[in-house]
């Protein structure tokens, strides 16, 4: 997180895929993570998802993206889900980083892995 939140917003409006800009990438992982957490805490609170907000300037989107991480891990996820996330987050720090996971991590099959779950949560055109 701490590099991201050292870009610049000219940094944050490179295009990122499907997605639009690398500022959208980050919402939308921001975005999945909460989801995952309200998934998790609906279980045990009653709460459902929400949709968070399009914070301005993009340069916010690296502190969202570490408050809906640090929630999701809060709730103790299971190992399975923890392993969802993970697969999800390094699948797109690779498409904003452009550097392959460590293989203590999963490497290059964990970007894999986290592309095909992400494949059911891309952008409608």
Known sequence: ??????????????????????????????????DVAADLAANVQGTGRRTLPILHPDLLVADQLAVTGDDLVRLAPSAQVCGDAVDHLLAHRFDLLGEQPPATLGGAAAVTRGRAHCDTLRPRS
């Open 1 to 34: 997180m701490e590099r991201l939140r050292r870009w610049t917003p000219s940094r944050w409006e490179v295009a990122a895929g499907p997605w639009g800009t690398r500022a959208d990438l980050g919402r939308h992982l921001a975005q999945a993570l909460a």
